[in-house]
């Protein structure tokens, strides 16, 4: 034992194996990302960008009842109604002030009508603070840009109404299914 | 012989390091006396991060405080979150159902990994191995893809609720996670093979910051600096919540309490969390997400609540006021963080905000012992110091 | 053609003007490379890390060291209102020119040296030496705690990995009998394996870690530690003065490989044993086994930078004074027994 | 230990000092008189059946407008030994003109070196003072700042106008300056 643990420190065997795992590391395909040739897709039910969805019709579907603003951690919702001419309340202003957003995506979980939505883009940058600040007009804009179609509809069904869904336990539900059959 | 004292003291050199320099990992600021190369004096100074989180949250609702825990200790996120959930779960006295135990262990296993590779790269980094950094991220990255798979976020996951979690895992995220835990012990080696029996690393590492175990226990260390003195306490064990009673598991210890056995305490930490995480998902039962026994203090089905009146109103006031019906009393909550012990004491009047929230977090205790690892030794060895308390700013601060 | 200059010019003039051409090609080759070692290492350490380096500027970011030095070349150039000005100025200079005068007595190819010096080594030496004037005095004169402590720890460390690689380069001189470089590739020749390196290997260990420690390289590159000074003794310099510094530690690696190839490896010619089997090699021109030489040596630097931690201060001294001399010493005794006996 | 017998204990030998039993969630906490709070805790610390070797928490609690006395300093304690949980509160009051020391508490900084960071953020947030701390100083706040921001009548957000804190004040200027340079 005593004579082995010379030789290995004489023979620097330790750093020649730390050597040889950064040579043949060398030879391997690396995982850097050529970020904006090769975007990176996010997952779905990424937060990302907020939207306000339609409905079929393509009417906005909040109502206004201020849910996601009471509740949003960061106060950054702020919603304005007025009465319409058939006594009705109306959204007047619907603003989301994206710089302060966490994208905790309680707004999504308060809603009862599934009205906002937090979509998949994530590469808005921008050299003004103005266009972080989002009114209605840009919301129900990014609805029909990243969220139209099936995607929109999918969307809520799986991430918005999750606990409705699970208080009766679907019969899908993922469980380990062996490590064979997945490798 | 005065004059020679003070001609003497000329010779000291007071160094700031920090707030901005690369070792202090945030806005962690040292002010160092030193002799030559070896440390005199050594006195941090925090509070560059102080968001208030405390007072913030005395004015939010159980549910919406929840997302300042995530911007506590901002690498192993998911954790805090889910010891705040369970320290609310325990003032509630509601208990959330099998499935969302399983669920919330796997991932604050995943966190704790996250957390140790990060961990690893840094401080390998801060002693000059830079190529374990770069091959810790890889790994790193593996799990951000995971958590975002699983609640669409990679950094502030905001994934456990109060009585559950947010949303139910998917079939392709189970199956990924098991070839994660599959493969990454080999990665571990790779780690291992760079650093742990090289000379200069061991040189670097053995016998630096040494802390004995009961002086370690007096200063309050928690999780691996503590474990690395060779006191086994772990909250997972004796204090068992969530699904930790259901899992096997060893809890690694030290010896020596230097650098070299703390870090080997992250690194078995690690192989155990790849335990736990394949037992976690061979083991997930079906079954709900979200406690429906106690429906005074979580949210209503959604479908309810624009059919039922009742639920509709207890939606509203749930988001607006928070849980109305909590009982009045306090209550001190800990969970193992991968830093170590994240405590929460939590003062309810029976209002839906919490009355005082105290958050008692284990890096700061760690920063306050900074002068008591550091004094003797030399410059190079504050680095590995800092690096061995595994400090996050964020967390220290709050 | 030449004739007619020297018949016009006379001799003396002649042999200035022949130097002049050779320190600008030297000059000029040596700064190619160095620019381009900068990009292999990146390169290199990128794929040890399993990332890919620079990938944006021209084709796989071929044109990155000029972008670079463009770049040096126009930054805003600072100097710290409280530090020395004069030495502040001179120091990077310094560093710079030591390294590059190195570079007049090594011998490239047969016959192609500036000045065939019969104390090559020793000038060499000194000049190495000479560099670590440039760093103290960029610490010292940069009036920081930072580049202070790294010009401290600098000055320390090149005196006493100076006498190693010294005293490891005594068994070279015994071996070959001469401290003039073109003799002691020469002298290489007479062995079947063409290279010192196989009777000194001990000698060439000792020499590889100093080469390491001279040139501030990892796993001793503590004035500039960038984890505990930050950046050691150029913490306060930017632009061109930060850029000489740079090159002047790329430069020394290059004069650190090339001394280790004239010295171990053979310089420009290849071992007689592969050169009586595969005739062919031995018209292979010498510049080029000495550029590949060369530059294996340099790949040794970056890939022991990928893989080792640092040492601390205090290791490093003991390495060297305890270790790295006493291990000279032997190899000296024992090389210049078996020159006596055999 | 069960942890209701060593709250018993301590009332049995400390009866005037202490005040209540709480017990909630089977967490058990005694409430005492700021007086002898640190004999109490010391005889914690050193008895053998007790060793709480291991303070975990330590902070302050402002009851305003809810208790009389108006303050607590929450001790969490633990023992690595024996396995047990125990809490102890101490009442403080404000300070008043008659009684100027009201809002202090002795250190236990030299029973548990931890002690030390949790007294000075104690200090820090609600003004409590720890007698015989080495190095009590505000610690998360900036050095000069007024007011304890963990008190209940301290204000969350607020229009503060000239009492606005002076160094903010001078980088919003700065930042006011700063925006010609601002490249549009």
């Known amino acids: 034992m005593k004579a082995k643990d010379i030789i290995k420190r004489v023979l620097l065997l330790e750093i020649i194996q730390g050597m040889a795992l950064t040579l043949k590391t060398m030879f391997t395909k690396a995982v850097t990302r050529q970020y904006p040739e090769e975007p990176r897709a996010a997952m779905p039910g990424f937060r990302g960008l907020h939207a306000l969805s339609k409905d079929e019709e393509g009417v906005m579907k909040c109502v206004g009842c201020g849910l996601c603003a009471a509740v949003c951690p960061s106060q950054c919702i702020k919603i304005f109604t007025a009465q319409g001419l058939n006594h009705e309340k109306v959204v007047e202003r619907y603003e989301i002030d994206t710089l302060k957003c966490l994208f905790c995506a309680y707004c999504v979980e308060a809603c009862p009508y599934g009205a906002i939505a937090l979509t998949e883009h994530y590469e808005y940058s921008d ?49 380990f299914k062996g490590w064979d059959n997945n490798k | 012989m005065t004059k020679t004292k003070d001609a003497l003291r000329q010779r000291e050199l007071t160094i700031n390091m920090g707030p901005q320099h690369p070792a202090t990992h945030g806005v962690l600021r040292l002010v ?96 000059g191995a830079m190529t374990v950094f770069l091959y810790s991220f890889r790994e790193r990255e593996w799990i951000m893809d995971l958590f975002e798979m699983v609640c669409g976020a990679r950094l502030t996951v905001s994934f456990p609720r109060i009585g559950g979690i947010r949303n139910d895992v998917s079939q392709e995220f189970l199956d990924s996670l098991y070839k994660f835990a599959e493969e ?81 305490c992250r ?124 400090v996050v700013l964020g967390e220290c601060d709050r | 053609m030449i004739d007619l200059i020297r018949i016009h010019t006379g001799d003396i003039i002649f042999n200035i003007l022949i130097i002049l051409v050779k320190t600008a090609v030297v000059f000029g080759v040596a700064m190619l490379h160095v620019a381009y070692a900068t990009y292999f290492e990146r390169k290199i350490i990128g794929h040890m890390q399993v990332r890919l380096g620079p990938m944006r500027v021209g084709y796989h970011g071929l044109l990155q060291p000029i972008a670079d030095g463009v770049k040096a070349f126009f930054k805003e150039d600072i100097i710290p209102l409280n530090a020395d000005k004069p030495v502040f100025i001179i120091a990077p200079l310094i560093a710079m020119f030591a390294t590059i005068s190195s570079l007049a007595v090594i011998p490239f190819f047969d016959g192609f040296v500036i000045a065939d010096i019969n104390v090559g080594i020793l000038f060499l030496l000194a000049m190495s030496s000479l560099g670590a004037y440039g760093i103290v005095m960029a610490g010292w004169a940069s009036n920081s705690k930072f ?83 930050v950046a050691g003794y150029f913490v306060e310099y930017s632009g061109m003065r930060f850029a000489f510094f740079f090159l002047a530690e790329y430069v020394g690696m290059i004069v650190m490989s090339s001394i280790s190839v004239i010295c171990f490896w053979g310089g420009w010619t290849l071992p007689p044993i592969i050169v009586n089997t595969f005739p062919f090699l031995g018209e292979i021109p010498g510049i080029i086994i000495f550029l590949l030489k060369v530059y294996c040596y340099l790949f040794l630097f970056y890939w022991v930078r990928a893989t080792l931690p640092r040492y601390r201060y205090d290791q490093l001294m003991s390495l060297g004074w305890k270790v790295l001399i006493p291990l000279a010493l032997l190899n000296i005794v024992a090389t210049s027994l078996i020159k006596f006996f055999f | 230990m069960n942890p209701l017998s060593i709250a018993q204990t301590i009332q049995d030998k400390f009866p005037k000092e202490v005040k209540e039993i709480v017990e909630f969630r089977k967490q058990v906490s005694v409430i005492i008189q700021r007086d002898r709070a ?147």
């Open chain 4, 38 to 184: 640190k004999e109490i805790l010391a005889f914690l610390y050193f008895n053998k059946d007790f060793n709480f070797d291991y303070l975990v928490d330590l902070c302050g609690v402002d009851y305003m407008g809810q208790k009389k006395p108006r303050f607590e300093v929450v001790y969490n304690l633990f023992s690595m030994k024996h396995r047990h949980f125990f809490r102890v509160r101490v009442e403080v009051d404000e300070d008043t003109q008659d009684a100027p020391d009201n809002l202090s508490v002795d250190t236990v900084t030299d029973i548990w070196r931890g002690a030390d960071w949790h007294e000075r953020e104690c200090f820090d947030l609600f003004g409590i003072r720890f007698k015989g701390h080495p190095d009590l100083r505000r610690i998360l706040m900036p050095e000069d700042w007024e007011g304890y921001p963990l008190r209940k009548d301290y204000p969350l957000k607020s229009d503060l106008g000239d009492m606005e804190w002076q160094e903010y004040k001078d980088l919003i200027e700065f930042s006011e300056k700063a925006k010609q340079y601002e490249v549009r």
């Open chain 2, 184 to 264: 990454f012990p080999s990665r571990i080696i790779e780690y291992e093979t760079l650093i742990d029996q090289n000379r200069i690393w061991l040189q670097r590492t053995k016998g630096i910051g040494v802390i004995s175990a009961e002086e370690a226990v007096n200063w309050g260390f928690t999780g691996p600096t503590l474990r690395g003195s060779g006191v086994d306490y772990d909250v997972r064990k004796y204090m068992p919540y969530d699904a930790y009673e259901q899992v096997d598991f060893d809890v690694p210890v030290g010896k020596e309490g230097d650098v070299y056995d703390r870090y080997r």
């Open chain 1, 127 to 175: 050299y003004s603070k103005e266009s972080f600040y989002m009114d209605k007009d840009k919301l129900l804009e990014n609805w029909d840009k990243y969220m139209s179609g099936d995607k929109g509809n999918e969307y809520f069904k799986r991430f918005w109404k999750p606990m409705s869904i699970d208080f009766n336990t679907s019969e899908e539900q993922a469980v």
């Open chain 3, 147 to 229: 580049s202070f402590l790294g010009g401290l720890r600098s000055s320390a460390q090149v005196v006493s990995y100076e006498i190693a690689m010294g005293l490891s380069l005594v068994g070279i001189m015994l071996m070959a009998g001469s401290l003039n470089l073109t003799e002691i590739v020469k002298a290489q020749q007479q062995y079947w394996h063409g290279m010192f390196l196989v009777p000194q290997f001990l000698a060439f260990f000792i020499f590889t870690v100093g080469a390491f420690a001279e040139t501030n390289r990892t796993p001793f590159d503590l004035p500039e530690a960038e984890s505990e000074l």
């Open chain 2, 267 to 390: 690194m078995e930490e690690m192989r155990q969390s790849v335990r736990i995480i394949k037992q976690c998902i061979e083991k997930l039962p079906k079954g709900p997400i979200m406690t429906p026994d106690a429906p005074k203090f979580t949210l209503p089905p959604k479908d309810k609540v624009l059919k039922d009146m009742e639920a509709m109103i207890h939606h509203f006031v749930m988001l607006t006021k928070g849980p109305l019906t909590a009982p009045v009393g306090e209550i001190y909550s800990s969970t193992e963080v991968p830093k170590g012990e994240l405590g929460f004491y939590i003062v309810s009047d029976g209002s839906g905000r919490p009355y005082r929230m105290r958050l008692r977090s284990p890096s700061f205790v760690h920063v306050s012992a900074l002068p008591r690892l550091c004094v003797g030794s030399l410059v190079a060895d504050v680095i590995a110091n800092i690096g061995t308390i595994d």
């Open chain 2, 32 to 127: 160092l006396e030193i002799d030559g190369e070896t440390v005199i004096k050594c006195t941090p100074y925090v509070g560059y991060l102080h968001r208030g989180t405390e007072k913030l949250c005395e004015n939010r609702t159980y549910l919406s405080a929840m997302p300042l825990m995530d911007r506590l200790d901002y690498i192993s996120s998911m954790a805090n979150d889910v010891g705040y959930c369970v320290a609310v779960e325990r003032l509630l006295g509601i208990e959330p159902p099998e499935r969302a135990k399983f669920i919330r262990t796997m991932m604050c296993e995943m966190t704790r990994i996250s957390s140790h590779i990060l961990w690893l790269g840094t401080h390998a980094l801060d002693i």
